[in-house]
Nanobody, 133 residues
Framework: QVQVMESGGGLVQPGGSLTLSCVVSGVIFDDYALAWFRQAPEKEREGVMCLSWNRMYTYSSASAKGRFTMSSDSAKNTMYLQMASLQPDDTAVYYC??????????????????????????WGQGTQVTVSS
């Protein structure tokens, strides 16, 4: 059974930092592309960062570039999102996702995760990040 579970959300002041974690269990972790998404109220879910399944390439959305860092730890089946210089517009529910042998794409500041072979995309339940004074 595949299980995806993110954690680490909370309240942070503008300019502050926060690190999110996501454990992906029940899969061969190193065969899966990994990604972070977020969804703010009244907005569509958007890709934040994506890490290729071979761990060679990292893609960032326009808003994340220069502020966020994505990484993974195979020994712990865990992916991370380090966020710095947080702004109120970063307030959203953050989701992690994993998809076997999927590809990451970035175009005009937009990050997507997909698989032409139709592999299942696994999602976490989300963790709330609130940036406010």
């Amino acid at each position: 059974q595949v299980q995806v579970m993110e954690s680490g959300g909370g309240l942070v002041q503008p300019g502050g930092s926060l690190t999110l974690s996501c454990v992906v269990s029940g899969v061969i972790f190193d065969d899966y592309a990994l990604a972070w998404f977020r969804q703010a109220p009244e907005k569509e879910r958007e890709g934040v960062m994506c890490l290729s399944w071979n761990r060679m390439y990292t893609y960032s959305s326009a808003s994340a570039k220069g502020r966020f860092t994505m990484s993974s730890d195979s020994a712990k089946n865990t992916m991370y999102l380090q966020m710095a210089s947080l702004q109120p517009d970063d307030t959203a529910v953050y989701y992690c996702a994993a998809q076997r042998k999927a590809y990451c794409l970035e175009n005009k500041g937009i990050v997507v995760l997909g698989s032409p072979s139709g592999e299942t995309k696994y999602w976490g339940q989300g963790t709330q990040v609130t940036v406010s004074s």
